[in-house]
């Protein structure tokens, strides 16, 4: 099935800059998209795979593997040649249960061979990609659990059936919700990088354009496409070159201060606030070809970086994102 | 047109594109009227019900314990999820968001060909979750005495332009053929937002609607008809204002 192309996306500008982001650094920990239906969250963060440079792993690793020592030995691989594959993004459907999730015992190879041999989950296909659950508040309790563990030790520990079993999975966790079904778990909450909300545009001129692009783009889909190339060319190279770059960013120290009274001011949990805050604000100065992160990139990348990390103000009425522009406003001035 | 009217054309105009246009949710109480639909639906597409509390076992297929332990290989049963099939949801008043949530997303990836969802809700509150309905472009809930013909009559009635003349037409014009006018697209797209309605999935789905209502009048280019029965058919129950009189 083909995507809708990420730069046929009319407006949205937080959305988009939080995904350009995490897949310029996939360290800065996925990106959760909250908002009504019918706002193009699913869209979005299926166009973003177009947008991922792709990966080199080896031919036949269920884990996507760069070198035979990250592949694990029930991959049984007895070559080692490496491919260029698209990088993962792996949909967590509301339905996958425990067992698909995380792998299980391969139940054809134990009748016919008698062997006890694992069959890897989702989790397996995630590594080194993105795992996307849309309707995340909706996900089960037991399966969210799982999540929460690998999310944070990037690995795959299955200890079941008489298997013993180990793997990595290192994924940027991406979702999407409604605010409507039911509010998150603050665990969860806190594994995402970045979190955007969204809403539909809400200029007329510009609903006719998503009408119009999305009305072209399923009456002739490789037309659309076609149209579209170039720019998400463009995009996607923009990103590689971002990649490359992120490194030779540097990070003033007033930056690192300003994060800090940020953070304190706003009273957001731990120490995650500030260094996602650093990380998002050097992707976006790598983004724009810029050498040191100054404060309009804070500033930039402050309401998505830090909105979902606050702590409930019950004598605060103001929604978190309208909280955090007030506390940047005092604070960055 | 009244509402007895206006929900025979939208199952005509549901087998017109059941994938784009998603689904039916019909509202009506058990009785002879909901009957005669389901009667009809299985009469004219490939359908499978199922309710509410259907596992995901049943749902997406498992594993075929007595018949893998027989062969001595895997064998899986077959989900019900298919597809060519359109799934009939009966008592989807009933039905849980994750179950919803669950069927839109088949919706969304084309694994089933459309949903009717049978919503026999007594009260405002009881209704077939949102994060389903929301896919379904037409929503019907004919309320009155209903003819005596309703849905039974057959093709080949004298009265040439009803609806009973339509179900041979479908198909005429495959609705993937269908043009529809850019300035129809915003026009639909206003009227939406007049009736202040915020999501853009409702604009979309009408213009598929209108399509299939082109199609199924033998036009490959959309009117000014197909745009007004198309706002008729899925604006008014995703309203949330009466359009201003004055500025429509």
């Known amino acids: 099935m083909t995507h809708f192309p990420f730069s046929a996306i009319v407006g949205q500008d937080d959305m988009k800059r939080a995904m350009i982001l995490t897949a310029i650094d996939p360290k800065i920990g996925g990106v959760l998209v909250f908002g009504d239906r019918g706002t193009g969250k699913s869209t979005a963060v299926r166009a973003l795979a177009g947008l991922l440079p792709p990966i080199q792993a080896l031919r036949g690793c269920p884990v996507n593997a760069e070198t035979p020592d990250d592949s694990p030995d029930w991959a049984g691989l007895s070559t080692f040649f490496t491919e260029i594959r698209p990088t993962p993004v792996i949909d967590l459907p509301l339905g996958a249960t425990e067992d698909r999730v995380v792998g299980a015992l391969d139940i054809e190879k134990a009748l016919t061979k008698g062997e006890k041999a694992f069959e890897p989950g989702l989790l397996a296909r995630a590594n080194r990609g993105y795992l996307y659950i849309d309707e995340v508040n909706l996900l089960e309790d037991h399966i969210v659990d799982l999540l929460l563990d690998v999310a944070q030790s990037g690995e795959n520990v299955v200890e079941r059936e008489g298997l013993s079993i180990r793997h990595p999975a290192r994924f940027v966790l991406v979702g999407s919700g409604n605010p409507e079904e039911g509010e998150l778990r603050p665990q969860l909450l806190d594994r995402f990088g970045l979190s955007v909300e969204v809403r539909s545009p809400r200029d007329l001129a510009q609903r006719i354009e998503v009408i119009k692009r999305r009305d072209a783009f399923e009456t002739d889909p490789a037309a659309f496409m076609d149209r579209f190339a170039d720019a998400e060319k463009d995009m996607q190279s923009q990103i590689i070159k971002a990649r490359n770059g992120l490194s030779r960013v540097s990070t003033p120290d007033e930056i690192l201060e300003d994060c800090a009274s940020l953070c304190l001011a706003l009273g957001s949990d731990g120490l995650r606030g500030e260094l996602t805050l650093i990380r998002a604000a050097r992707a976006l100065a790598a983004f724009e070809g810029k050498r040191k992160i100054r404060r309009d990139h804070l500033r930039s990348v402050s309401a998505i970086a830090l909105s979902h990390r606050l702590r409930r103000d019950p004598l605060d009425e103001a929604g978190s994102s309208a909280r955090v522009a007030r506390t940047v406003e005092s604070v960055l001035g | ?248």
């Open chain 2, 1 to 248: 047109m009244d509402g007895w009217a206006r929900a025979e054309l939208a199952l005509h105009l549901f087998a017109q594109n059941p994938a784009r246009i998603g689904g039916v949710v019909v509202r009506l109480r058990a009785g002879p009227a909901r009957d005669r639909v389901r009667i009809w639906l299985q009469a004219h597409l490939d359908t499978v019900c199922i309710s509410p509390s259907i596992s995901d076992d049943q749902l997406y297929g498992g594993i075929d314990l007595s018949a893998a332990l027989a062969h001595g290989r895997l064998i899986q049963t077959q989900g019900l999820l298919h597809p060519g099939k359109t799934v009939i949801l009966t008592m989807a008043e009933r039905c849980e968001p994750h179950l919803a949530a669950k069927l839109a997303h088949a919706l969304e990836q084309r694994q089933i060909a459309g949903l009717i969802a049978l919503d026999e809700g007594a009260d405002e509150d009881e209704r077939c979750p949102d994060v389903l309905a929301q896919h379904l472009a037409l929503h019907i809930a004919p309320e009155g005495r209903m003819s005596d013909d309703w849905l039974t009559r057959t093709s080949g009635g004298d009265k040439t332009n009803e609806p009973e003349k339509l179900f041979n037409k479908i198909n005429a014009v495959p609705a993937g053929t269908v043009k529809i006018d850019p300035n129809h697209l915003s026009d639909l797209t206003e009227l939406a937002a007049r009736f202040g309605i915020d999501s853009l999935r409702a604009p979309l789905l009408a213009a598929v609607v209108a399509k299939a209502h082109a199609g199924l009048c033998g036009r490959d280019q959309t009117n000014f008809t197909d745009i007004e029965t198309a706002a008729a058919l899925v604006f008014p129950q995703r309203a949330t204002q009466l359009p201003d009189r004055q500025d429509a």
